[in-house]
């Protein structure tokens, strides 16, 4: 006997327990169906954001961060430490109490919303758009649940590097990276991407020699090119060796890890580490769900096919988050859940793609929203650019903090604000206020003319939209 239910989300990350929560908010009888357990085979809703994602990196970022903090830079503060050691044991309980409590608040607010929660693998077991999905879950047991509308949210697993598929002992995934259970004397990254920067930060500022190998030829492709080369500075400083434009030869796994690459020039090296992080970028995870069962497409790259509503191929069953196109981002994953459960309810979910924040939390963090200065030029738009740097913002000073700056573009016409781009203490914040100002459809004068409180980080974000007409300031 099959449990009917209005929605069935497959998938409890961020994409699929946030549209259970709005779908239920919206009077629908909704199930969740999630597969990851703690090991010891507790239910833990949440998928790669809660368990070996977002939650647990920013968890030992800021350990790390205390860390480094009281080695180097709280003698400065007047404050000196003595006999600072690392307590790796209980920095990694720490991050696991933090994800756990992140589980469990996932099942209260299930439970809170009425929300009928089953722990185990679901697959597509027939069914049409006007009888519904039959939907199958196998955990302790085997149910059959019916949905009329499906939500599939089953996220994105990690890319191995061919010939050297992850063990987790010496060549890390995500999970692996974020477990580490002794400081390696000297750490091999391969991608310098967001988990290559972020994990090798974490263990650079513990005590290993990080040493970043990257194919690309240029740095933080994807961000502003003068935010990417205050980050390349600043890095270098910190001590995190990175390597562009390299090709990843043989990989051989013994004692330790070596990696065999040509370098920039063409030159043949090889590198030895105690421990390899690959973090070369992540795949759609669709296994599990007996896709072709249902005759669900699925294009070359793995991702489920949807339209710019996130509707699939098939009647009534939606995809959303890292499944599907677009960046894999916990946020962007959240608004596409928020957006199909609406549609669903038949109101008019949106997602705007243009102003979805990105963030890497480095030290500086950086953060970016909207267009960069180099897509601007490319796509002919005439623009005018202000720039503030932290260095004389009186919080950032009184912080010992003065790294980076805030930058923002506006249209050289209308003055609206096209782009904004942090790198420097707590972007992950500040860039809040760009997002608001481009949803706003705002002018670099709004934030010129808004009144931001006195001393904080947020009057940079002000002085650098003065500094698009010229006439910031404080600088
Ligand atoms: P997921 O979070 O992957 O969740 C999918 C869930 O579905 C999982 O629990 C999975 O086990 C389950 N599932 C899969 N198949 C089935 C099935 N057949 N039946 C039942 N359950 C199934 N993004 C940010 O925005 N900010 C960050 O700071 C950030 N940090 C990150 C750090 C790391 C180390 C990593 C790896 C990622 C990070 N991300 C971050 C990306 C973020 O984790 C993803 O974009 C986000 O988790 C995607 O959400 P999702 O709901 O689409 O998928
Ligand atoms: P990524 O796409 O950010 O970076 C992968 C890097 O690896 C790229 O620079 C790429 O050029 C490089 N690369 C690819 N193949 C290579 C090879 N063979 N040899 C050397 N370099 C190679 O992917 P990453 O870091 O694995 O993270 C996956 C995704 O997770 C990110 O794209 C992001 O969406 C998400 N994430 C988000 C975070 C955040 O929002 N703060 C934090 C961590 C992850």
């Keep these: 006997m099959s449990e009917a239910f209005d929605v069935v989300v497959i998938g409890a990350g961020p994409g699929g327990y946030i549209a259970a929560i709005r779908a239920a908010q919206l009077g629908f009888k909704t199930a969740c169906v999630d597969d990851w357990t703690t090991v010891d085979g507790k239910p833990a809703p949440g998928g790669t954001c809660t368990n070996v994602g977002c939650i647990p990196s920013k968890a030992l970022l800021q350990s790390s961060e205390n860390y ?51 722990s185990g693998v679901a697959r597509f077991a027939g069914g049409s758009g006007t009888d519904g999905w039959t939907i199958e879950v196998s955990g302790t047991g085997k149910q059959s649940l019916t949905g009329k509308h ?19 002992r010496l060549v890390l995934d995500n999970d692996g990276a974020l477990s ?94 105690d421990k390899l992080i690959v973090s070369i970028g992540r795949v759609p995870r669709t296994s599990g769900l007996d896709a072709a069962s249902v005759g669900l497409a699925i294009d070359e790259r793995g ?50 793609f243009n102003t979805i924040p990105w963030v890497i939390y480095t030290s500086p963090e950086i953060a970016w929203v909207g267009q960069t200065e180099k897509q601007l030029k490319d796509a002919g738009t005439p623009f005018r650019a202000g720039i503030f740097p932290f260095m004389a913002n009186g919080r950032a000073r009184a912080l010992g903090d003065t790294s980076g700056f805030v930058k923002i573009l506006a249209d050289a016409k209308t003055d609206r604000v096209l782009g904004m781009h942090v790198i420097g203490p707590v972007a992950s914040e500040l860039i809040a206020e760009g997002v608001v100002a481009m949803e706003f459809g705002a002018s670099s004068e709004d934030i010129a003319r808004i009144c931001h409180a006195h001393p904080s980080l947020s009057e940079a974000t002000k002085e650098a939209a003065l500094a698009v007409d010229k006439r910031s300031l404080n600088y």
Aim: proline share 3%; net charge neutral; hydrophobic share 45%.
């Design 303 to 352: 991702f489920i096919t949807v339209d710019d509503q996130c509707r699939t191929n098939l009647p009534n069953v939606w995809a959303v988050g890292d499944v599907v196109r677009g960046p894999m981002l916990a946020h962007k994953a959240e608004e596409e859940g928020v957006a199909v459960a609406e549609r669903i309810a038949g109101q008019h979910g949106h997602v705007d």
């Design 180 to 273: 580490v259970a002794e400081v390696p004397k000297s750490l091999g990254v391969i991608g310098a991407g967001v988990i290559g920067l972020e994990m090798g930060s974490v263990w650079r500022r513990l005590g290993a020699n990080v040493t970043v190998l990257e194919a690309l030829p240029m740095f933080l492709g994807a961000a502003d090119d003068q935010v990417a080369r205050e980050a390349w500075k600043l890095f270098a400083k910190q001590g995190l060796a990175i390597e562009l434009g390299v090709k990843i030869g043989a990989v051989s796994v013994k004692k330790n890890v070596t990696v065999d690459y040509t370098d920039a020039e063409g030159k043949a090296k090889s590198a030895v580490f």
């Design 150 to 168: 499906v939500i599939v949210a089953t996220g994105s697993s990690p890319r191995a590097l061919p010939g050297a598929a992850f063990d987790n």
């Design 68 to 118: 480094e903090h009281a080695g180097h830079a709280f003698a400065d503060h007047g404050i000196e430490v003595k006999g600072l050691s690392l307590n790796l044991k209980q920095m990694q309980a720490r991050k696991e109490k933090v994800v756990r409590q992140n589980n469990e608040g996932i099942l209260y607010l299930f439970k809170k919303n009425k929300v009928v929660f089953y």
